[in-house]
């Protein structure tokens, strides 16, 4: 089913302002680990806009709940995938769901604006499918996971991917519950599209450089892109594919597999993430050439 949602919560009001905030805070974002914090936590003067920090607070405690009743009550893993339009998290999902063993139970909430393409590719799978159009909304957040976790068997899954919207900056601050938020980008969007958009890689476990077979046709330098990522987030994985062909799949499978085992029942490695904190505890970088 698809869902063409409306808000009507006053909690819902305040997400344009916050949208103005973020893409104000990315204009001027510092790059490197100086900027520790991401938007909406810390130590950041608010300037009387207490009440979009409140907001951000409600949202964040509703990823909370989401997670406790998904990952810990129902005993599925949870990956979130985020990126621009056209960066490939279709492909690397239908990738990842084609690798699976036979017997994995998957589902997938797919966050567009319109339309059932990506639903129907994922459902020409085999994977249960919850359709979710947000309309003037350019990102997922809790309560319209909410809405396509109606749609869907919690005690029948074994897995949860969750595409969101096509979006480079507004997800950032709208965590949805998940053990590991991949956020994918590709060669196509230019190799500075990494330094553009700091606030969203810091928001994120791990990074996808996506479409690495056409790099050399539209002139990006895959080790600058690979180097910006790590100079933002420290310790961050890196993975490149060519999710068309099919590769590098296997390394990003292992990642998720290891996420899946390491914080199945580690429910303060999720809030501490979502609290801000950084990435990489042991300082050092993965390499998945």
Do not use: W
Not at 34 to 59: K, P, T, V, Y
Not at 79 to 93: C, H, N, P, S
Not at 104 to 112: F, H, S, Y
Not at 233 to 239: A, L, N, R, T
Request: with cysteine; hydrophobic share 35%.
């Amino acid at each position: 089913m698809t869902y063409n949602y409306v808000h009507d919560d006053p909690l819902q009001h305040g997400i344009g302002r916050i949208v103005d905030r973020l893409l104000d805070a990315g204009r001027n974002l510092p790059i490197g680990p100086a900027r520790a914090h991401r938007f909406g936590h810390g130590d950041h003067d608010h300037d009387g806009d207490d009440a979009e920090a409140d907001i951000l607070e409600q949202f964040a405690q509703q990823a909370d709940d989401l997670h406790e009743r998904i990952v810990h009550e129902h005993g599925i893993y949870v990956a979130e995938f985020l990126g621009a339009t056209g960066a490939g998290k279709t492909r690397l999902i239908e990738r990842l769901i084609e690798r699976a063993p036979e017997d994995e139970r998957i589902g997938v909430i797919v966050g567009d604006v319109a339309g059932e393409d990506d639903a129907t590719r994922f459902r020409e799978r085999g994977a249960e499918v919850a359709n979710v159009n947000t309309g003037k909304e350019c990102h997922l957040d809790p309560e319209f996971v909410e809405r396509g976790l109606s749609e869907l068997d919690l005690d029948a899954l074994d897995t949860l991917y969750i595409e969101n919207v096509g979006n480079m900056v507004c997800p950032a601050d709208f965590p949805l519950g998940a053990q590991a938020r991949v956020l994918v980008v590709s060669t196509t969007e230019g190799d500075d599209v990494v330094r553009k958009h700091p606030l969203l890689f810091q928001a994120c476990d791990a990074t996808v450089i996506n479409k690495t077979d056409i790099a050399d046709a539209v002139g990006s330098d895959l080790d600058l892109m690979e180097s910006d990522v790590r100079d933002i987030v420290p310790g961050m994985d890196v993975f490149r594919t060519d999710a068309e062909h099919g590769e590098g799949i296997e390394d990003l499978a292992a990642f998720l597999d290891d996420r899946g085992h390491a914080h199945a029942h580690d429910h303060e490695a999720y809030v501490s993430k979502t609290a801000g904190h950084a990435h990489g505890d042991d300082g050092h970088a993965s390499e998945h050439d």
